[in-house]
């Protein structure tokens, strides 16, 4: 496979991961619209992140840069962590207008937006691996 079909699989693979994870916000955030804070719900949030990631796969899909790539991982690694973050610490962002989010069980839908947050971290640093940075004289 050459190198630009690898960026090519890679950049779709994250595209992906990100599309999926927007999904299950999307679907859950009614859900969450129960956990209020002053400024946002949870659900809003939820609805904030849904159109990240969707943005940072056309990004990612239409660009195919370096920097698109940093971008989607940037995204990917920011949903996984706040998930991860929120299963086990209590985080509370109601000083800021923020729900209180803190939900330590794991069910199907959480578990698949983390890891299509993962599978978009890994497709999107793979495809920064795979773009060397270019020197004065290429560009």
Partial sequence: ?????????????????????AAVHLS???????????LLSQGALFRI????????ALVLLILRTRWSAALAAVVAAGGAGILAVTTVLAVDGTRVGLPY???PGWYPAKTGAFVAQLVALAAALGMLLLRPRLTAKQA
């Fill in 1 to 21: 496979m050459t190198r630009t079909a690898s960026a090519l699989l890679l950049a779709a693979v994250s595209a992906a991961g990100l599309v999926a994870s």
């Fill in 49 to 56: 992140q849904a159109g990240v990631d969707v943005v940072a």
């Fill in 28 to 38: 859950l955030a009614a859900t969450f619209d129960a956990n209020p804070g002053t």
């Fill in 101 to 103: 989010l803190f939900e």
